[in-house]
Nanobody, 121 residues
Framework: QVQLVESGGGLVQTGGSLRLSCVAS????????MGWYRQAPEKQRELVAA???????NYADSVKGRFTISRDSAKNTVYLQMNSLKPEDTAVYYC???????????????WGQGTQVTVSS
């Protein structure tokens, strides 16, 4: 059984920063990939950023230069540092785990419960 628990969301003003964390527990395989996706109201869930076990990263064009994904594999934790936040970044952010790393660059089947990020103008 795999569990993903996100934290770090909240309300921030335009131009502000937030750091999201996601801890994976359970049967976690070594060569996994982890990522962050987001879903705004009435929109489809979309990739924000993903990182492989080897450190390869993939970012949505809309967040390049503003967001940074990183991981601590020893702690089964992935982070998303979000800077220069904009109102259009407002969404529920979901952590994702591709436990075998075989779906890259697509998401795996394990999802967290989501954390709300709201950017006020």
């Amino acid at each position: 059984q795999v569990q993903l628990v996100e934290s770090g969301g909240g309300l921030v003003q335009t131009g502000g920063s937030l750091r999201l964390s996601c801890v994976a527990s359970g049967s976690i395989f070594r060569f996994n990939a982890m990522g962050w996706y987001r879903q705004a109201p009435e929109k489809q869930r979309e990739l924000v950023a993903a990182i492989s076990s080897g450190g390869r990263t993939n970012y949505a064009d809309s967040v390049k230069g503003r967001f940074t994904i990183s991981r601590d594999s020893a702690k089964n934790t992935v982070y998303l540092q979000m800077n220069s936040l904009k109102p259009e970044d407002t969404a529920v952010y979901y952590c994702n785990l591709d436990n075998l790393g075989s779906n890259w660059p697509h998401p795996g089947r394990h999802w967290g419960q989501g954390t709300q990020v709201t950017v006020s103008s």
